[in-house]
């Protein structure tokens, strides 16, 4: 009589618990110097989610305070903005940035655009940023390698965990500074 609810405690731990790891592990934990990227070929469209800790784009992680620290910030993101020079794609396939979305807890979403100000956040510790990025293109089936170019603007950024989704199915790559190309199975 006893044993049973045990075995069924036991039965939903394991159950719940296994994914969540799982879930976890993708996203990429905070490592100063890694970042985990989703990459998604659909159609014309290109998208790409950065997750990365804030050390590596900046040199300190906290709600930037002094004018030094906000200008930082908002050179940061002028070059994220500036995706086409981040993510290089064959010149046939005629791609195009569309949006760029930058996104963390501890900057506020007015300096992230560029303005001034909006000292409306608060953070110490460890922060990421989430870039999104969409890109279309005219003759996607002409992308057969991605270039991330990422490394070469933030040199504090070492390796990157890239899951990618194509019409061919899923795969998994990880680039450095020194193999920054993803290679596209059309
Ligand atoms: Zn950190």
Known sequence: MKHIPICLV????????????????????????????NLALDGPNVDIELETPLDNVLSFEYTPKTAEEKREVQT??????????????????????????????????????GKDGG?????????????????????????????????KYFPRLNEIEVQMVTPAGQKSAELTGRDNILTVTP
């Open 76 to 113: 940061m993101a002028e070059t994220l903005r500036r995706a086409e020079a981040l993510f290089l794609f064959p010149a046939a396939a005629g791609c195009e940035l569309k949006e760029v979305s930058l996104e963390s807890e501890a900057i506020s979403e007015e300096l992230l655009s």
């Open 10 to 37: 036991l039965g939903i731990c394991i159950w719940v618990f296994s994914p969540d790891a799982g879930h976890a592990h993708e996203h990429g934990a905070h490592v100063h110097g890694a970042a985990a990227m």
């Open 119 to 151: 000292d409306t956040v608060n953070f110490e510790g460890h922060a990421d940023l989430d870039a999104d990025f969409s890109f279309v293109c005219r003759n996607p089936q002409a992308i057969t390698r991605i270039e991330v170019a990422l490394f």
